[in-house]
């Protein structure tokens, strides 16, 4: 397997509460990204990182913030959970830009706020 | 800014018969890569195939191909001989290419297009 797991895979959350989920990859892949899927929209990016301590914003980066303390973490913090969260999150990592090089998505990991 | 679209939200094929899934795009960039992937009801992405900006031909992987019309900006995939197996959402995506300094490398995707195929 491509050596990226997400955690939790499933969270059931409280309006206002913060939440962080964990991308954790073993391939020492450069870029990590994270993307929310919801329905009629595909895949929207978040917050992606091209190297420790780098980060930037996607397209729907409100009220999320991300971290990338070192090489194979990378994570998402909901700062304070809203309804519009719900959502499928996955992380994905690729190993160097341009060319063939691909993408390695996780498992997801389903959000629920109530 | 860079924009993909899928303008079939859903699609019926018989088996065995072959199927064409539409994307557009949108980039002032030269340098840009398009990939197709699969997504079946257990959720996974499955990446199918890659065409680079610069590639000459058609890429191909299997039953899987990829109509590559650069002057129109569409990037077909098309699926041959269709499988029950190929019941599943299709995203099309295109990764950015260099900007200033360095690559972001970033993935953008369409909204998918949900195939049928039907027995």
Known sequence: ?114 | AQKITQTQPGMFVQEKEAVTLDCTYDTSDPSYGLFWYKQPSSGEMIFLIYQGSYDQQNATEGRYSLNFQKARKSANLVISASQLGDSAMYFCAMREGWKGGGATNKLIFGTGTLLAVQP
């Open chain 1, 1 to 114: 397997d491509a050596g990226i797991t997400q955690s939790p895979r499933h969270k059931v959350t409280e309006t206002g509460t913060p939440v962080t989920l964990r991308c954790h990859q073993t391939e020492n892949h450069r870029y990590m990204y994270w993307y929310r899927q919801d329905p009629g929209h595909g895949l929207r990016l978040i917050h992606y990182s091209y190297g420790v301590k780098d980060t930037d914003k996607g397209e729907v980066s409100d009220g999320y913030s991300v971290s990338r303390s070192k090489t194979e973490d990378f994570l998402l913090t909901l700062e304070s959970a809203t309804s519009s969260q719900t959502s499928v999150y996955f992380c994905a990592i690729s190993e160097s830009a341009g060319g063939i090089y691909g993408y390695t998505f996780g498992s997801g990991t389903r959000l629920t706020v109530v």
